[in-house]
């Protein structure tokens, strides 16, 4: 499967993005869906994650409240609508798929966290 990630930008804390990862190849649905990113000199880390039917979500303590991880599996589409933004926030954010059964990040298997499928970045900086 081949993931295409958008909707970054620069935005001022307190503000809104919502990132979009657009999935080509082999179905979609049979894919569980991750956010992770990484800030310049940091290692990556997990942000949100959905179980392929979208049924079960997961989120890292820092973003949770504030963040919402969503599928379309019509569109073969995950989505993060990310609120309350702050400049901890500021990363390259990136799509990855997990076939199969998911049970959350693979903390161990870092920096893979145990998805199979990676895509490109994108980059959301939030300035003070």
């Known amino acids: 499967v081949q993931l295409q990630a958008s909707g970054g930008g620069l935005v001022q804390a307190g503000d809104s993005l919502r990132l979009s990862c657009a999935a080509s190849?082999?179905?979609?649905?049979?894919?569980?869906m991750g956010w992770f990113r990484q800030a310049p000199g940091k290692e990556r880390e997990f942000v949100a994650a959905?179980?392929?039917?979208?049924?079960?979500?997961y989120y890292a303590d820092s973003v949770k409240g504030r963040f919402t991880i969503s599928r379309d599996n019509a569109k073969s589409t995950v989505y993060l609508q990310m609120n309350s933004l702050t400049p901890e926030d500021t990363a390259v954010y990136y799509c990855a798929a997990r076939q199969g059964n998911y049970m959350g990040p693979l903390y161990h298997q870092k920096p893979y966290y145990g998805m199979d499928y990676w895509g490109k970045g994108t980059q959301v900086t939030v300035s003070s």
């Open positions: 959905i179980s392929w039917s979208g049924g079960t979500t």
């Open positions: 190849g082999r179905t979609f649905s049979s894919y569980a």
